[in-house]
């Protein structure tokens, strides 16, 4: 069965990459202005890899994320109101404040808090998978990291880990050629990271990651391998990093020739084509969905810029747990 | 200027202008070139209009936060 037929669907899938992009294109200019404190880390043209693989899972399924992590948190259903209050430091925020760009997420809505460190996600997610297995839930898990994170220490450990127990997580690697500014082939000999699945004994693929459609239907067969009891898998996203790694990075090692192709494979465009050439949208729909994304997007700054910080009282909430009775 | 410096309160330099007085910029396009602690980088406008004054020459060191131009936006 495939929903990619289904117009209403790919239409979902096409509004919800514009809402990322908008959004980074927004908070792009908020950094610029100087109204939003700290760096950010940005995603633009990477919207498909989270968007393809959110739509494949369920409400309670669970994903972690990086400190890249605002697309993977549109994608799986945080409101941009509750990210733009988060990244403003208000105490609205999904982490009240005190979590900021790196950091975002919400437990009930199935993500974990973005983990900042490179690779950290990676074993925390088998646990999560872990934990699901002994509880005998059909939940799964889905680990989103970067090409850097696979040199990491925390990948072998994690990946073994999932593989020896069969445990439900689908590691999403956002393969962006680039970790931070160091090209991917300076660091591995085998650049197709999908090949390491079978080091571990379990299925990996790599799949185009600015193709919503390729990666959601490979998503969908990850998903459904955990979820028989058959995982984990490995998918590796192809995909590129318009931006420099943080807003402070002027990006200058990525070589012109190659931003060039790659801005000619955009998620967006890709998918609107598709989608005008079946006649499910033309351009004038296109232009009135992004109109309303955006003046959405400006009314919810305008909110956050609005929205109570935390005061000196709020310093300890959240840090100590209650007081247990012995 | 925004914040770019890789350390907190360093403070960036203006490398040099990209748009002239009395120059029409749009927002997004590189405004100026900067150098943090760190890199140096082109600082796109937040604002399309005309650039009507400059208030940081090339060399000069800026603290984060500093107004560095001023741009008249049309209505």
């Known amino acids: 069965m495939t929903r990619h037929d289904d117009s209403e669907f790919a239409l979902g899938l096409l509004e919800r990459m514009i809402r990322i992009r908008e959004f980074e294109e927004g908070v792009r200019f908020l950094f610029l202005e100087g109204s939003m404190p700290g760096t950010i880390h940005q995603c633009q043209g990477q919207e498909a890899t989270a968007v393809g693989v959110c739509a494949a899972l369920r409400p309670d399924d669970f994903i972690t994320a990086t400190f890249r992590g605002h697309g993977q948190a549109l994608a799986k259903g945080l409101s941009e109101q509750q990210l733009l209050d988060e990244l403003f430091g208000a105490t609205t925020g999904c982490c009240k404040g005190k979590g900021g760009s790196m950091h975002v997420g919400d437990m009930s809505k199935g993500m974990v808090p973005g983990i900042a460190i490179v690779g950290g996600g990676i074993p925390l997610a088998a646990g999560m998978a872990l934990a699901f297995r002994m509880q005998k839930s059909s939940q799964v898990v889905a680990c989103f990291f970067g090409d850097g994170a696979v040199a990491e220490g925390a990948f072998h450990e994690g990946l073994n880990m999932a593989a020896i127990w069969r445990l439900p997580v689908v590691f999403a690697c956002e393969n962006n050629l680039y970790g931070a500014s160091t090209r991917i082939d300076l660091v591995m000999r085998n650049p197709r990271i999908s090949d390491r699945a079978a080091a571990y004994g379990f299925a990996g693929e790599t799949v185009d990651g600015n193709d919503v459609l390729a990666v959601h239907a490979a998503a969908q067969r990850a998903v459904a391998k955990c979820r028989a009891g058959e995982g984990p898998v490995l998918l590796e996203l192809l995909t590129y990093r318009r931006t420099g790694h943080s807003r402070r990075d002027p990006c200058a090692y990525q070589p012109a020739a190659e931003r060039k192709e790659w801005a000619a494979c955009d998620p967006i465009e890709r998918l609107a084509a598709r989608l005008k050439e079946r006649g499910a949208i033309d351009e004038a729909g296109i232009a009135a969905m992004r109109a309303r994304i955006v003046q959405q997007f400006e009314a919810a700054v305008a909110r956050a810029k609005a929205a109570p910080r935390p005061t000196p009282q709020d310093l300890e909430a959240d840090v100590f747990a209650p007081a247990v009775a012995p | ?75």
């Open chain 2, 1 to 75: 200027m925004p914040d770019l410096a890789t350390t907190e309160g360093s403070d960036i330099a203006v490398v040099r202008w990209l748009v002239g007085v009395g120059e029409t910029v749009q927002r997004g396009q590189a405004l100026l070139e900067v150098e943090t602690d760190k890199a140096t980088m082109e600082v796109e406008s937040v604002a399309s209009g005309v650039l009507k004054a400059i208030h940081a020459a090339p060399k000069e060191k800026v603290a984060v936060g500093a107004h560095i131009a001023t741009v008249e936006v049309a209505q």
